[in-house]
């Protein structure tokens, strides 16, 4: 499991997952603020797009089976 809270962090994580992928910010219940990428370019553009209304987001990445 990885924690991502900064941009770089967060390119860090999206260069060492699998894709499909799934980003959901923690502070969220259900599936608020859920998105389906499928590219790191993706997935950081997810994180960029969610620190809008989260100003420090922190995002915990699975990577399973």
């Given at each position: 499991d990885a924690v991502g809270d900064s941009?770089?962090?967060?390119?860090?994580?999206a260069a060492a997952l699998p894709y499909p992928a799934v980003v959901k910010p923690v502070a969220l219940s259900g599936s608020r603020g859920v998105m389906c990428v499928h590219d790191p370019g993706q997935c950081t553009a997810a994180f960029e797009r969610l620190r809008g209304p989260?100003?420090?987001?922190?995002?915990?990445?699975?990577i399973g089976e």
């Open positions: 941009l770089a962090g967060a390119t860090s994580v989260f100003p420090e987001p922190r995002f915990l990445t699975t």
